[in-house]
Structure formats: structure tokens, C-alpha cells
């Protein structure tokens, strides 16, 4: 059964009537821009097709009420007195109920079943899905226009204040603002968003490594202080605001690592730009090319690749129906993305699976995504 007509269902069988909403927010996967949305940058990920749903009516009174079908859970707060349930899934609907009350929007009550197919943990957002899936079903209470940048803010609020995770902004605002058949390139600065066609005739495949690292691991926080010690170097507010020729100029200035850390940042900009280019004139062959520049400069220069990545992105890469593949996510394990021929997609799958297991002895989920709409109420 999908996971819309599980929440609907257990929804009625819990309530004894139908829901008042039914809303879904998607997890992400990110073409191409990584590590640049807390540097001000450009990001281009995709809304995919797996999502959290929530199954839902509005509750006389100020408390909150989520059946956790995943988990087989129930969480109840009131609105007035949000406290930390720290470790849980009901961490992240409490954070975000915290956080748009801190953001001034008003609150009403509401109760509800929750499933979502987002895997956990996998580097898809799944807690973004669920933030942003947990925002939309408190806009849907209370009748408020739908404001993408806004939600998304207050799920970054939630996850950094709240669940203490110093995450950016991109994969709120992708579950918040995605668009059916496109990616969408994102100003991390303005929050300004332009939706991007998929190239015709191209599929895009996660391919899960099997490998798992958290983010609230010290690495990802040294990274972006490594980043803002480059940008206060150049006197400015972020990394997004240094060129490529202004960074080569100052190579000799600059510590080799802050320099190698900021090199990726900047390029990866450059190649996020472009690669919005290649998609609207179709050029998918050169899109594919700054995919593996993309991975190329995660590892060398950022280096937040691992052993495993790498691998994967080498076996997709060697595929013929493969025209560029790298890692996607904040790194260390999680996912890599590749962009390969519709028509070769299935058998790139079963191949580049067979060939990860067996270099690797692990076993990977491929997975061949369509790209859906953000967050949305769908009955
Ligand atoms: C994680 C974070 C994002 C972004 C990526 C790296 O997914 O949640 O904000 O920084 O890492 O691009």
C-alpha cells in the first residue's frame, strides 16, 4: 500500500472518520552545489519521490497529537509549553512547532498519523521531509498562505536551535519549494528560487552506499569554520562573494588547507551556474562532466568523500548509459547521484549494484528517482 493511502487509513480506523488534510513534504537529493549553502551559495537539488505524509484534522484546544505509524508512537504536546524530546522523531514536530511560534506565526492545535518513505539517516533529508510535512500540516490548520523561504527557515531554526544540528538551509527549502520534472536552483543568500527542466531523456539514480555518518560529527562544523576563516581573509560576509581569480590571486596568503577548502566552495558556485546552462540548452553530456568535476573537488579539496563513495561514483562513472556521477549530502557516507540514459537505467542499476557489493561487500539501494513538487496538501 503507499504510504498515503497508510496514513488516510490508519487515520480512520484511529478517529472513525476521514481527515480533514492529507499533506506530504519529499526528501531531496542534490545535483550538483555542496557544501555551498552555508557559504551564501548556489544549490541545485531535486524534491524526489519519497516523502513524509501526514494524515490530519484541526483539535479544539492548544495540543498536538501525532501517531508515528514508523516508529508506532504517539506524541502529544501543548502549544503553549513545547519541551525537548530529545532523540525522537517527535523532537523534530515539537522543534517545529517551537520554532514558528518563535518566528511569530500563531498556532492552532491539531491531531494526526504520520508515515513517511524518506530512509533514514540515508543523506535524503528525511528530517527536512518531516519538518517541512509538520509545518505544512500547521499552515493547512490554520489557513495561512503557503511561504516556501519561511517554512523553510523556521525547519533550519527548528533543526539547528532545537535538535542542535548546524545544518544549511538547502534541504528545507527544497522540501519546501520543489517543482514536479525540475531541479531547483536556490540563492542560498536571498532565498530566491528558479525551477530548472531535467534534461529529456535522462534519469536521476541514487545510489546509497550503505554507509552511514551523522552530522552532528565534528567535521562538518571544522568545514565551515574553515570556510568563514577563508572568507573573513577577503574581508567578506561569505564565501559566495569571492571569484575564482580573486581566490587564485591570493593563494599565497592564504593557509593551504583554508585555500583548498575555499577553492572547492568557489568553483563548486562557478560549476552550479553552469551547469543551470548545460540543463536549459540540454546539454546533459557537459552537465554529467561538472557532476565529476563537482565529486573530483569534494574529495581532493573539501575532502568529505569516503572509500565508499569514491567507489561508487567510479563504478557508476564507468558505466556507458552513466554520464556523470559524484557524492551528494553532506558527505563521509550517505549517497552518491548519477545521471545516466533513461533507457540504460535499468540495467545501470542492477550492474553498478552488483559491482559495489562486490568491491565493497556491502549491499547498496539504487534507487531511480522522479522529481515531485515540495511540500504540498494532497487531498
Ligand atoms: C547537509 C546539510 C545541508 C548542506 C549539505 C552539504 O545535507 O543539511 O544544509 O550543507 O549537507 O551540501
Known sequence: MTVDRQVVQAFEERFGAAPAFVVRAPGRVN????HTDYNDGFVLPLA???AAWIALRPAAGRAVTVHSLDFGEVDTFDLDRVAPQPGSWANYVRGVAWALQQRGHALAGWEGVLAGDVPLGAGLSSSAALEMAVARAFAAVGDWPWDPPAMALSGQMAENKWVGVNTGIMDQMISAAGVAGHALLIDCRSLETTSIPLPAGYAVVVLD???RRGLAG????????QCEA?????????????SVSQLEAAQADLDPLIYRRARHVVTENARVLQACDEMRTGNALELGRLLDASHASLRDDFQVSSRELDAFVEIAAA?????????????FGGCAVALVEDEGSPAFARSVAAGYMARTGLSPRVYVCRATNGAEIVA
Do not use: P, Q, W
Not at 31 to 34: K, T, V
Not at 218 to 225: F, G, K, Q, T
Not at 319 to 331: F, N
Open 48 to 50: 524526489i519521490d519519497r
Open 230 to 242: 577563508a572568507a573573513r581573509h577577503f574581508g567578506v560576509k561569505a564565501l559566495r562573494d569571492v
Open 319 to 331: 558505466h556507458g548509459a552513466c554520464v556523470g556521477a559524484r557524492m551528494t549530502g553532506a558527505g
Open 31 to 34: 545535483l550538483i552545489g555542496e
Open 209 to 211: 552506499t550503505a554507509t
Open 218 to 225: 565534528s567535521a562538518y562544523n571544522e568545514r565551515r569554520s
